[in-house]
């Protein structure tokens, strides 16, 4: 082993890099994984690292004072091979003195034969250092010439040859001097001796530093563990907090509804009960406990109930809206929807039965007031429906049945004109003339009424009908009563509409003569026709004038049958045309209605609805 390589093992123990940890945000299920892993290295680390890292250091330091007593070894062997050679020395120069001495040439044999194993033992433990190595080599010869000088002086002393002798010790000392080089031996020894005693003081130092470390490392583990469960606990002391909160709102929540509210366990035996359960079946304390059909004064008795309670427990079914005559404590009876399904109360798989009650027996009573009325209504509708009929039947047959009488009244008002010829008085050709007009007004009701008649009985006859050719159509019908007459015609652009072609031609027919008829007093007379879209439901056709006008507070008159606002000597007609418009537009789905003011002019409009538009005049001329 070279004498570097405690330097090397110094040089492997580098300081750990420093590190900020966060502790992030997890799941509870992640950090309980993540906490028992860090509890598991905390442990291990706890005690496997200390014992490494103490092993660790033991193991350099050992290393270290080995090779401080290694050095020491080589300077003791050093010292030892230095004292046998001066002893030999000293021998051989006592024997030199004393002339030969048996007692001092054994004591020379003991040390003498000591030194080649010193030798031996210097080469052993310097061979990790060559450069020690050379120089025990140069030292090795050294002490070899002095040996063979000692030799050959011991040998002259034998001769008693002292001269000889003399001139050998003298060699020794010029030929072969080892104070010098054992010396420098000696030094570069000491100074690998101080090298190795730093590096060992500094391994004790690390050691004892990485021990503080370790320790410190125990001591921030151990804090870890503490802080995460810590956290844990707090953690878990917040969950059954708002556990409890959760708990205390939930059954705050039960017993602040108005329903009653009762949780079963599996046998049918109340586990909790709200305050409305209590007030409505006339229970007093706590019921925990009790069986259901026991509460109430048997208002849970039903054993179909029962049987279906039970299947939601063993067979997790759900029940929806089972109906329940119930007689109370009070001794009212009232109509329940019961509800039922079941929900888990613990983790290790007991399950509860929720019931929920709803009293709706004020909604049954309306429920079959509401039938017995809509009864009564199907019945006076049928009522209505049979003496529509019959005044329709009624009104057709009269109308019918009036027309022969009428035709003989002014087919012989003409035959007794045309008898009397030119003989006849005024007097006399007056009351013909009333005869015939009144036969004319009465033949001009029954055809009107027969049309009324007509309106509420066919099929309408459903098909596009273009309102501006309609419109037109109608105004050259009018010609021949408007030829003398300056009126203005503004017509806007009506739309495409989906219905009965005659019948709206009639309302269109009643309206736009009305016009004319009520504007005959003006000079200028002004008839608008437009549509007005109020919205997404319907549209709104209206016919407006600058006639007559009238009273708002007869509006209400307008459309009934046989109705007038004005005297039939002013204006012609028979009262019938608006009833008409009302029936037809009526049949189509929409309304009619009427404003004006007196001397004012009018305005007529009836609506359709939106949905049979088929399109407008700018798309059919585009």
């Known amino acids: 082993m070279t004498q570097d390589a405690p330097r090397v093992l110094t040089a492997d ?65 050093l010292f030892e091979l230095m004292y046998k050679l001066r002893d030999t020395e000293n021998l051989v120069l006592i024997e030199f003195i004393r002339a030969g001495s048996a007692d001092v040439s054994d004591r020379y044999a003991a040390s003498h034969v000591r030194i080649d194993p010193l030798l031996a033992k210097l080469r052993e433990l310097t061979v990790d250092n060559p450069e020690q190595q050379a120089a ?67 391994t004790r130092a690390t050691a004892q530093w990485l021990n503080l470390a370790a320790f410190l490392g125990q001591l921030g583990l151990l804090g870890a563990v503490i802080f995460v469960s810590e956290r844990q606990v707090q953690r878990r002391l917040r969950a059954e907090a708002r556990a409890q909160q959760a708990v205390a709102r939930s059954r705050s929540i ?177 009351y013909l003339g009333v005869i015939r007009e009144a036969a004319q007004r009465m033949s001009a009701l029954i055809e009107d009424l027969l049309l009324y008649s007509r309106l509420g009985r066919g099929a309408l006859r459903l098909q596009p009908v273009d309102m501006n050719a309609l419109t037109e159509e109608v105004r050259a019908l009018l010609t021949p009563e408007t030829a003398a007459r300056s009126i203005e015609w503004r017509i806007g652009g009506l739309p495409i509409v989906m219905g009965d072609e005659s019948l709206l031609r009639q309302v269109w027919q009643n309206l736009l003569g009305n016009a004319v008829k009520y504007t005959g007093q003006r000079e200028h007379a002004l008839i608008e026709v437009g549509v007005e879209s109020h919205d997404d439901e319907e549209l709104v056709f209206f016919v407006r004038d600058n006639g007559i006008g009238f009273d708002m507070e007869y509006a209400g008159k307008l459309f009934g049958v046989f109705q007038r606002l004005h005297k039939a000597s002013e204006f012609p007609g028979t009262g019938i045309g608006l009833a008409n418009v009302r029936r037809i537009v009526g049949r189509h789905g929409g309304r009619v209605w009427a404003e004006a003011r007196p001397g004012e002019g009018a305005t007529f409009r009836f609506s359709l609805p939106a949905s049979i538009a088929a399109g407008t005049v700018n798309e059919i001329s585009a």
């Open 13 to 77: 123990i580098q300081p750990l890099p420093e590190t900020r940890m966060r502790w992030p945000d997890f799941s509870p299920t992640v950090e309980q994984h993540l906490r028992v892993a860090l509890l598991t290295i905390a442990v291990f680390a706890s005690v496997l690292l200390p014992y490494r890292m103490l092993q660790r250091n033991a193991n350099l330091d050992r290393h270290a004072a080995e090779l401080v007593a290694h050095s020491l070894d080589v300077k003791e062997t």
């Open 136 to 202: 025990l080599g140069s030292l090795q010869a050294i002490i070899e010439g002095r040996l063979m000088l000692q030799e050959r002086a011991r040998t002259a002393i034998s001769a008693k040859n002292y001269d000889a002798a003399s001139e050998a010790l003298g060699q020794l000392r010029e030929l072969f001097p080892f104070r010098r080089p054992a010396q420098e031996f000696l030094d570069r020894e000491q100074a690998l001796f101080e090298e190795r005693q730093a590096v060992a003081s500094s």
């Open 254 to 430: 039960v017993q602040t509804v108005r329903e009653p509210i009762v949780v079963l366990d599996d046998k049918l035996s109340t586990l909790l009960t709200n305050t409305a359960f209590l007030e409505v079946y006339g229970e007093t304390g706590e019921l925990i406990g009790n069986p259901l059909d026991t509460l109430g004064s048997g208002a849970w008795s039903d054993p179909e109930l029962r049987q279906r309670l039970l299947d939601v427990a063993a067979r997790d079914r759900e029940l929806w809206d089972y109906e329940l005559t119930q007689t109370t404590a009070d001794g009212s009876t009232r109509i329940v929807l019961v509800n039922a399904r079941r929900m888990p109360v613990s983790d290790d798989g007991v399950a509860a039965i929720l019931v929920t009650v709803n009293d709706v027996t004020a909604h049954k009573r309306a429920e079959e007031k509401i039938r017995e009325l809509n009864r009564e209504l199907s019945g006076r509708v049928d009522q209505v429906s049979e003496v529509n009929r019959e005044l329709e039947s009624f009104s057709y047959s009269v109308s019918h049945d009036l027309r022969a009488p009428l035709r003989h009244i002014a087919g012989f008002s003409d035959k007794l004109d045309r008898h009397f010829g030119d003989n006849t008085d005024e007097r006399v050709r007056h």
